[in-house]
Structure formats: C-alpha cells, structure tokens
C-alpha cells in the first residue's frame, strides 16, 4: 500500500520507484477522469498556497486548476506578493502559512528555502521549482514518456544542453530512480555536479539504470528514445551570462541533424518556456545582439511530429493534481 499522506515532494531522491510510480499512475488516472467528465472533487475545503518567487504559466495553472478541480481554493503570492525572505524569514513565513493552509507550493531560489519551509510549516510543501530541482516537472515528463512508449525502464532518454540546471539534475535523479539509460550531452563543464551523479550511480545499480556523460552531440543521439533540452539561462541567472552560454551551447541545440541520429520515432520533449523563434522580447533581444533566432531548440524540430510539448505541458495539471491529493 502507498500512502504519501503528510510528505513533502521537495526532491525525487526523497522518494523510490514505487512512489514515484504510484504518482505516475494516479496522474493518468485524474487525466481519463477529467477527459471523461467523471471527476469527483476530493479535497474540499482545503487552502493551498502559492508561493513563486519567480514567474510561472504552466506551475502555477496546474496547482490552480488542480486545485479548483479538487474543490480546494488557492492563495497567490507572485514575486512581490508577500513578505517572504524581505522583510520575513523562511522560517517565520512557513509557520505562519502552515497555521492557516493545507498545502505549500514553493518557487524559489534556494533548495534549502524549499527544505526549511517543510521543515516548519508542518503541512506539505511542494517544490515547484528551485535552483537545483524541479521535481514535479518529471512526474508530467515520465507521464508524457508513457503515454508515447508505454513504458519506462529501458527509454534511452537524452538531454542536452545545461545539464547541471534544475531540469539536468531533477531529470537524471527521476531516469535513474525509473529504469532509464539517462545521457547527458553537453560541454563537460555542464555535467551535472559531482556529487549528484555520484548518488544517482548507486540508485541506478539497483534500478538497472545506467549513466552517461558525452561531448558529441550527434553520438549522443545514437538510439534515443526522447531529446530533451531546456532553456541556457535559467530564471535567476544574470544577463552577463548569455554570450558565453550561446558560444558553449549552440553546438548542442537540437536540430533535426540530432533528430535524425536517433530512433527514427524518437519523441522530443521541453519544459518550456522554450527559445524556438524570435517570437519572444528575450529571443527578439538576443537575436539582435547575437544574430541567433532559434537558441536551444530549432523551430524545424519544436513544431515537428516528433515533438510533444504541449501534451508534456497539460500533463503538468494532471500530475500536480494527483501529487496535491496524494499528499493532502
Ligand atoms: N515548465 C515550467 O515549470 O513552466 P512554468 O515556468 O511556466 O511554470
Ligand atoms: N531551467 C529553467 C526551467 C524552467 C521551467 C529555469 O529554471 O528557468
């Protein structure tokens, strides 16, 4: 029997196969119920706190309609909304919210915020994104992979791009714990940190999940099942940033030269926001400082078969939705 009741989800590493699994599950059960109209509302009455100190489209959407589908309400804090680590303390902050809400969703800057929260609000708090990890964004990627290939131990799956942000870490933690052959492709100084891979080597020789690390894009792409990639400049990172990451990256934007050197059904997969075009004031900006109009996806690849973004993105309402009940 699982039973998540009370846990914070903060990290993956925190939770095993099974669970993750279990959450997996019960998020393509809350989609047929949806889809179906046979949705029933199991947490009413409960407040839920929306606490981002950076932007958000898809988080904050899925906790809201999650929650509302649920028949609980939220309370909204963006980036100036509330106290929180200005003039209050993490901690001070958590108690107060623990006293009056169900349910802490937290975006922030540091893992430890996101730790001390849970640690005093004592309610669960879910991590909706910090420097380090982005768990939740897996549980929506796993239920997109399984919708496509209908399984997830043995998927080749292949990121490139920074894997030492918050997606290349939550992404390599959530292959290792399910089964995949993870491959990170990127400049060495983009591997994740030592000491994470370090620990996501132990979980894979229980899990059969195996590790690799490579500078050639076009042989990293041998056999994959999913291209993942995420943005080079993560939210909190300074401007100054930029040119060297275009410099260092660009080799490795996937185009449909890597497409073409992986299973010809392979699936390419983005949290998004993604840099597919000029579209956007940040790309329209670094298009005329740097002449690049597609950054780390082309926008061949971001509008072809093979890439199902947008069902990855409304999966994210779903999997939220049965990690809030799973753990309320
Ligand atoms: N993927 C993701 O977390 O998107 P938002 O920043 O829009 O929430
Ligand atoms: N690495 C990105 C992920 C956005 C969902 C960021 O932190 O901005």
Known sequence: ???????????????????????????????????????????????????????????????????????????????????????????????????????????????????????????????????????????????????????????????????????????MIGAVKMGMHFVAVAPKEYWPEKKLVKECQAIALKTNATLTFTEDPIAGAKNADVIYTDVWVSMGESDSVWQKRLKDLMPYQVSMKIINAAKPNVIFLHCLPAFHDRNTEIGEKIFQKYGFSELEVTDEVFQSKHSKVFDQAENRLHSIKALMVATL
């Open 1 to 171: 029997m699982i039973n998540l009741k009370g846990r914070s989800f903060l990290t993956l590493l925190d939770f095993t196969p099974t669970e993750i699994r279990y959450l997996i599950d019960s998020a393509h059960m809350f989609k047929q119920l949806k889809l179906s109209g046979q949705e029933q509302p199991i947490l009413n009455n409960k407040s839920i706190c929306l606490l981002f100190q950076k932007d958000s489209t898809r988080t904050r959407s899925a906790f809201e309609i999650g929650a509302g589908d649920q028949g609980a309400h939220t309370v909204y804090f963006g980036p100036s909304g509330s106290h929180i680590a200005k003039k209050e303390s993490i901690v001070d902050t958590a108690r107060v919210l623990g006293g009056m809400f169900d349910g802490i969703q937290f975006r922030g800057y540091r893992q430890k915020d996101a730790q001390d929260l849970a640690k005093y609000a004592g309610v669960p708090v879910w991590n909706g994104l910090t420097d380090e990890y982005h768990p939740t964004q897996i549980l929506a990627d796993h239920l997109t992979i399984l919708e496509e290939r209908g399984y997830l131990k043995g998927i080749r799956f292949v990121y490139y791009g920074d894997a030492k942000n918050n997606m290349g870490n939550s992404l």
